[in-house]
Nanobody
Framework: QVQLVESGGGLVQAGASLRLSCAASGRTSSSYAMGWFRQAPGKEREFVARVSWRSGIVTHYADSVKGRFTISRDYAKNTVYLQMNSLKPEDTAVYYC??????????????????WGQGTQVTVSS
């Protein structure tokens, strides 16, 4: 089993920045891809970003966050980060960290991920 614990959420004003962290423990593997999803009230969980290793670091981002969010991974600390800049009210959601054993073909689907954290709330006021 893999345990994922998110931290770093909070209440900020539009335009501010936040950095989310996700610490992995248990039977982790550096071969797992790591991703971030988010879920706003009344909406489905949606893909935000993913980082994996395939002859080099590979990242994917949702169009809605491209250029504002950056995903990174510290393999020594078993931690993945999501740096969020220029936050908007529409970024308000619970953010979830996830780990995937999948190949990455369907990196944007929640079903591609095997382990999930409990989530951390991000609220952006206008």
């Amino acid at each position: 089993q893999v345990q994922l614990v998110e931290s770093g959420g909070g209440l900020v004003q539009a335009g501010a920045s936040l950095r989310l962290s996700c610490a992995a423990s248990g039977r982790t593997s550096s071969s797992y891809a790591m991703g971030w999803f988010r879920q706003a009230p009344g909406k489905e969980r949606e893909f935000v970003a993913r980082v994996s290793w395939r002859s080099g670091i590979v990242t994917h981002y949702a169009d809605s966050v491209k250029g504002r969010f950056t995903i990174s991974r510290d393999y020594a600390k078993n931690t993945v980060y999501l740096q969020m800049n220029s936050l908007k009210p529409e970024d308000t959601a619970v953010y979830y960290c996830a780990a995937s054993r999948g190949s990455g073909t369907y990196y944007y689907l929640a079903t591609d991920y095997n382990y999930w954290g409990q989530g951390t709330q991000v609220t952006v006021s206008s």
